[in-house]
């Protein structure tokens, strides 16, 4: 279900890191729906919010890699709290979306 995101679309993942964590405009956010499948995303109000559930996603997305897409949208970051207040989430301390 989850897995790493191809560097084709330009998106910058680890190799450690099988979340995508760079997603801050609406049109890579867009896009990135448009050409994936199946793609989870965690919504978190502040990484120290959810430090649990923050480990067991990227636990989850190392498992399942190469079978979907895995993206962590850290709320509280300046630049991705336009894309946030735009998909209408709200994050108390975290929200997945499918």
Do not use: W
Not at 15 to 22: I, L, M, T
Not at 46 to 64: D, H, Q, T, W, Y
């Amino acid at each position: 279900m989850l897995a790493l995101l191809s560097k084709e679309s330009g998106a910058k993942t680890n190799s450690k890191n099988a979340v995508v964590e760079d997603i801050a405009d609406f049109k890579d956010f867009k896009k990135l729906i448009r050409t994936k499948t199946n793609v989870l995303v965690l919504f978190v109000a502040g990484v120290k919010e959810a430090p649990v559930e923050l480990k067991v996603f990227r636990e989850a997305a190392n498992v399942v890699r190469g079978t979907g897409t895995m993206v962590l949208i850290d709320c509280m970051q300046s630049e991705r709290k336009k894309l946030c207040k735009k998909l209408k989430v709200s994050p108390t301390a975290y929200i997945f979306k499918h």
